[in-house]
């Protein structure tokens, strides 16, 4: 397992829920949503990056039940290429992320349309905390590398 903090990144439409983790990279905790705004968002995401000293950038890339593309797919990639111009990032996939961060939330009996904010920053926990556990279990980094 390699040490160092990463950042978990669930890109939406209109919102990106960001998590970090330790430097043992064993617990995911949420940090922040940021609002999709042109290139705001990548200025901020990159700010959380520094600020964490994170070594990499764990992006979800929603993959539909039966293993295609979907239209949020390609905005992931795209996304992610903007990151990868000045942080590393593995693409991993996030297949019913935001699903469990909706579920867990109806569990804690929180209303999830005003927990929306919320529900992004726990799908990105959710996302970056599979992968870390992947990495322990497997010994090989997650997902693929973005050139």
């Not at 901020?44 to 979800?60: C, N, T």
Request: some cysteine; charged content about 25%; overall charge neutral.
């Amino acid at each position: 397992m390699r040490t160092g903090r990463r950042i978990g990144v669930d890109v939406g439409r209109a919102r990106i829920g960001i998590a970090v983790c330790d430097r043992d990279g064993l617990l995911a905790t949420p940090v922040e949503t940021v609002q999709r705004d042109d290139d705001r968002d990548l200025v901020r995401i990159l700010a959380i990056a520094g600020e964490y000293e994170a070594l990499e950038a764990v992006v979800g890339l929603p993959i539909s039940l039966s293993g295609g593309d979907t239209p949020s797919t390609q905005d992931a990639r795209e996304f992610a290429a903007r990151i990868a111009e000045h942080l590393p990032v593995r693409l991993v996939d996030e297949r019913l992320s935001t699903v469990s961060a909706q579920r867990g939330m109806q569990q804690a009996g929180r209303n999830t349309k005003k927990s929306r904010a919320v529900i992004d920053q726990a799908a990105a926990v959710i996302i970056l905390q599979h992968a870390l556990d992947r990495e322990r279990a497997g010994g090989t980094p997650p997902g693929i590398a973005l050139p």
